[in-house]
């Protein structure tokens, strides 16, 4: 199978009729490296995406992928693919018509491009289905079919726009694996654009938080949730309380500060005081939130801890930290 090849956005913008959609982004992103683009709705990661792809023009800048600029090729000469969503597969063809369709565009002989797809249904498991219409198939089987049939033209970077967003929550945690797994065994790039940030956690070797147009923080997955470089990121990412120290901004992870029902110290360096204004249960954990002097915080509480003195919305309780743990924002530009 084909290797992947480094990518490199150099000042990447993209306006739409003067409105800034991307606004000179700079990314390198290495050979075989699974990396997700995240952020809120609008930030700019479809577009991104579209420009790699070379589905949409870029407005300024260097797309450059190997040692090649690659602005305005089309993408069968980039060596991009992208992966569309389910119902995007043609209705009326067979799952390997569907497969084989490109090399049939490119005018390559039916054995040759039946023994190609069908290489490719055996790496996803839909070998059995090959005869199948895609209507015959789960939305999941559906996935797999459209993964495959865009490796048919062997990319060396495959472009993901919310690969999972069409499937139920189950579904969407098992098809994120394979997704993954996938990547691994062909060992190429995958750029997949979610706006979820716990899938872009369990998938991203580089996790590439947007915002506005602009990147906040590229990173591992570890560095963007347990450093983030921003409120913004901090915010987004979850988990963090963002708390106003002595003239500085920072955060402590939820998971980190220490939690005391009643008026207790709680037990740490810094502590605040305050009022319960929610309890959800999640399992191992209990999210507790307070109504704290300063603004809300909140403390993820081991689920045997919290039960051994429960409290309940209206109580009084106190969360507290230690210097340790305090983790300093920059600025947000
Ligand atoms: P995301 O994928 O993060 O949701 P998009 O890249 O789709 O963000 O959009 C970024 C911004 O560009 C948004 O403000 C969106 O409204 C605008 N936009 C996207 N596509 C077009 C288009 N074809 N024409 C005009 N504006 C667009």
Known sequence: MSRGADLELV??????????AVDAISLRIKAGTYCCLLGPSGCGKSSTLRMIAGHEDISGGDIVIGARAVN???PVK?????????YALFPHLSVRDNVAFSLKMRG??????YAKADALLRLVAMDRY??????????????????????????????????LSALDPFLRIKMRAELKRFQRELGITFIHVTHGQEEAMALADLAVVMNNGRIEQAGSPQ??????ATEFVARFMGGHNVI???GKRVTVRADKVS???????????????????????QGYSVVVTLDAAGGELTAIVPERQFFARPVEPGAAAAIGWNAADIHELSPTA
């Open 223 to 228: 560095e963007i949730f347990d450093r983030p």
């Open 130 to 163: 090959a005869d199948r219409l895609p209507a015959q198939l789960s939305g999941g089987q559906q996935q797999r079919v459209a993964l495959a049939r865009s490796l048919i033209t062997d990319p060396v970077i495959l472009l993901l726009d919310e690969p």
């Open 11 to 20: 000042n990447v913008t993209k306006s739409y009729s003067g409105t800034i």
């Open 108 to 113: 390559v002989g039916k054995a040759d491009r």
């Open 72 to 74: 305005g090729e089309p």
């Open 259 to 281: 939690f005391a029902p009643g008026g207790e110290s709680a037990g740490a360096e810094h502590v605040r005081t305050g009022t319960v204004t929610a309890v959800e249960y």
């Open 78 to 86: 980039r060596g991009t693919a992208m992966m569309f969503q389910s």
């Open 244 to 246: 106003d120290l002595a």
